[in-house]
């Protein structure tokens, strides 16, 4: 078999690794983590958080996908972030990574925004946007590819959501190897 990297895509290692059969199944974080404890699961690639992973099982890094603030285009010409704090924004649910990055955005500027929205999905905000109801903190990676009816801004106070690839630890694995991985794009 083929070497696996990081940047392999998912159809070479089908097609260069015949024995492996690769299928991507889409979970929530938690039936992944323990679709994984269980066996039913070999590599997981979520929403990451340092140490949240069950004892037996590895959480590797990937990347850091940055937030960016999005708004209508609709609403220009608005000149940045400060103009948006009195408009409508879609809200993450509680715990959620998108909830984390709009109240950092709050903090950052010392203000409390209008959340009339809450979506569970990236796209369902991007809607909302487009469609000139809000503005959304959406990562870069979930960014449609021509974002023509959005205005994008880099918001470093946002932050970033962290990728990472979660495997089962092998009995022979020492502590510092990381394992060979697709990339899931």
């Given at each position: 078999?083929?070497?696996?990297?990081?940047?392999?895509?998912?159809?070479?290692?089908?097609?260069a690794n015949p024995a492996i059969?690769?299928?991507?199944?889409?979970?929530?974080?938690?039936?992944?983590?323990?679709?994984?404890?269980?066996?039913?699961?070999?590599?997981?690639?979520?929403?990451?958080?340092?140490?949240?992973?069950?004892?037996?099982?590895?959480?590797?890094?990937?990347?850091?996908?940055?937030?960016?603030?999005?708004?209508?285009?609709?609403?220009?010409?608005?000149?940045?972030?400060?103009?948006?704090?009195?408009?409508?924004?879609?809200?993450?649910?509680?715990?959620?990574?998108?909830?984390?990055?709009?109240?950092?955005?709050?903090?950052?500027?010392?203000?409390?925004?209008?959340?009339?929205?809450?979506?569970?999905?990236?796209?369902?905000?991007?809607?909302?946007?487009?469609?000139?109801?809000?503005?959304?903190?959406?990562?870069?990676?979930?960014?449609?590819?021509?974002?023509?009816?959005?205005?994008?801004?880099?918001?470093?106070?946002?932050?970033?959501?962290?990728?990472?690839?979660?495997?089962?630890?092998?009995?022979?694995?020492?502590?510092?190897?990381?394992?060979?991985?697709?990339?899931?794009?």
């Amino acid at each position: 078999p083929g070497a696996i990297s990081p940047r392999t895509s998912l159809p070479a290692v089908a097609a260069a690794n015949p024995a492996i059969d690769v299928c991507v199944r889409q979970c929530e974080r938690g039936p992944g983590l323990a679709a994984l404890q269980a066996g039913s699961l070999d590599l997981l690639v979520a929403e990451g958080s340092a140490g949240d992973v069950s004892p037996g099982l590895r959480s590797v890094p990937l990347l850091e996908d940055p937030f960016k603030i999005v708004y209508p285009t609709a609403w220009a010409p608005l000149a940045g972030v400060e103009a948006l704090l009195g408009r409508p924004w879609v809200d993450g649910p509680p715990a959620s990574a998108a909830r984390r990055a709009v109240d950092r955005v709050a903090a950052h500027h010392d203000a409390t925004l209008d959340r009339p929205h809450e979506c569970l999905e990236f796209p369902a905000a991007l809607a909302l946007v487009t469609a000139g109801l809000a503005a959304a903190v959406i990562p870069r990676l979930a960014l449609p590819a021509d974002p023509t009816r959005l205005v994008v801004l880099d918001a470093p106070e946002a932050g970033a959501r962290r990728i990472d690839l979660v495997h089962r630890r092998g009995r022979h694995e020492r502590h510092h190897q990381q394992p060979s991985v697709a990339s899931p794009h």
